[in-house]
């Protein structure tokens, strides 16, 4: 079983910086895919991107490619999310979440989440 701890959110304005980061326990933290996920209240979860278990593979919803980069330190069992050109609608609770399948960009697949952190982004 893995816990998750997201950190790193806050206000900002547009055109700014934030790295998120995600904190996991236990000692098989490196055998988990990790996703990036996002959600406004009154709609769905949605993809922002996923590494897999070695960090060789990731992928990006289209409306962050090139801004947000996801990376992996599997030694100290956290997984980042840098985010770059920051924009309004990039506003929303990020959640970090884990699983042992394959790359996913689906939140059904994922058995395990954290507990959210708040992105602002104001105009």
């Known amino acids: 079983q893995v816990q998750l701890v997201e950190s790193g959110g806050g206000l900002v304005q547009a055109g700014g910086s934030l790295r998120l980061s995600c904190a996991a326990s236990g000692r098989t933290f490196s055998r988990y895919v990790m996703g990036w996920f996002r959600q406004i209240p009154g709609k769905e979860r949605e993809f922002v991107a996923v590494?897999?278990?070695?960090?060789?593979?990731?992928e990006y919803a289209d409306s962050v490619k090139g801004r947000f980069t996801i990376s992996r330190d599997n030694a100290k069992n956290t997984v980042y999310l840098q985010m770059n050109s920051l924009k309004p609608e990039d506003t929303a609770v990020y959640y970090c979440a884990a699983d042992l399948s394959s790359v996913s960009r689906w939140p059904v697949e994922y058995h395990y989440w954290g507990q959210g952190t708040q992105v602002t982004v104001s105009s």
């Open positions: 590494i897999s278990w070695s960090g060789s593979a990731t």
